[in-house]
């Protein structure tokens, strides 16, 4: 029987784990938002992506860490401090 994946609500707010088609819990929404937290401070999205499959791929493997410190220049000094700590 042929794999059969759909994404329901929008696919740039989607966790890995939903992205791999496992089954997905709070912690889903807990990324969602941490997403909308991202994209409020950069005004942008943490993984860029011109279709559903690319999103999946980027989500899954990428690394979000350098999306922050390309994005750094357009946050006030404090959240750059907070952002780059290695704590």
Not at 23 to 41: H, N, P, Q, S
Not at 56 to 79: H, I, P, Q
């Amino acid at each position: 029987r042929p794999f059969t994946f759909f994404v329901v609500g929008s696919s740039s707010y989607m966790a890995p784990e939903q992205a791999r088609g496992k089954k997905v819990d709070r912690r889903a929404d807990i990324w969602a938002f941490g997403v909308i937290l991202f994209e409020t401070a950069a005004l942008e999205l943490p993984f860029p992506a011109q279709s559903i499959g690319a999103l999946a791929r980027a989500v899954t493997t990428g690394d979000a860490g350098a999306r922050v410190r390309t994005c750094l220049g357009v946050f006030s000094a404090e959240l750059r401090a907070v952002a780059s700590s290695t704590r």
